[in-house]
């Protein structure tokens, strides 16, 4: 699986959109980008994932660039509950390949 | 619905104890997995099973086992606790194998050895 660089951490506004970018240059044509987020101790959360195209679900919006060495993660009106670690992970789709592995991600701070 | 529930939620052992971590999910899910996660680095896989009867060694399998006698819940044994044993373990499940729609995590179990 492709290796992702994350910043180490953020801070943004309340109310605010939350843009969490992540870079995988060495990305392959068949691995799809992951974005999971872990809330103080939790368990982590599945955000969205996505290919090629751009997607957006009730959680977030993930945008793909057309190279695919690197996408932006969106939380459009970012709350206090979104204060959280967020994990970019790229990874092959097929059977056999159950390893997820999560890097030390962005920690997202959201400031009232 | 509960998702992934694990019990227990925190245990302190003692080094040489014996212990089983208990997952369960509801979603009639086909794969689970068993990670752990240290102090300030992402998780890691230890076990992980592609169906009922079946496991799998992850990443960082020395020191567990694991069984899968029925298709909702899957078990992580400690036979000998170590201190390198103590972590945060998280269970998960997938409906398929490549984790298309995601994982659901259960909240963990916080465990420390001394």
């Known amino acids: 699986d492709a290796k992702t660089t994350q910043p180490t951490s953020m801070d943004c506004a309340e109310g605010r959109a939350a843009n969490l970018p992540c870079n995988h240059s060495?990305?392959?044509?068949?691995?799809?980008v992951y974005w999971y987020r872990q809330i103080h101790s939790q368990g982590p959360q599945y955000i969205i994932h996505g290919l090629k195209n751009n997607e957006t679900n009730e959680m977030a919006s993930l945008i793909i660039t057309e190279d695919r060495k690197s996408s932006t993660l969106i939380l459009p009106h970012a709350t206090l509950r979104d204060t959280a670690v967020y994990y970019c992970?790229?990874?092959?789709?097929?059977?056999?390949?159950?390893?997820?592995?999560f890097g030390t991600g962005t920690r997202l701070t959201i400031i009232p | 619905n509960a998702g992934v529930t694990q019990t227990p939620k925190f245990r302190v052992l003692k080094t040489g104890q014996s212990m089983t971590l208990l997952c369960a999910q509801d979603?009639?899910?086909?794969?689970m997995y068993w990670y752990r996660q240290d102090p300030g680095m992402g998780l890691r896989l230890i076990h992980y099973s592609v169906g009922e009867g079946t496991t799998a060694k992850g990443e960082v399998p020395d020191g567990y086992n694991v069984s899968r006698l029925k298709k909702q819940n899957f078990l992580l044994g400690l036979e000998s606790a170590a201190p390198s044993q103590t972590s945060v373990y998280f269970c998960?499940?997938?409906?398929?194998?490549?984790?298309?729609?995601?994982?659901?995590f259960g909240s963990g179990t916080r465990l420390t050895v001394v």
């Open positions: 979603m009639n899910h086909e794969y």
């Open positions: 060495t990305i392959s044509g068949n691995e799809y």
């Open positions: 998960a499940s997938s409906l398929t194998s490549s984790g298309l729609y995601g994982y659901t």
């Open positions: 992970i790229v990874r092959v789709l097929n059977f056999g390949n159950e390893k997820l592995t």
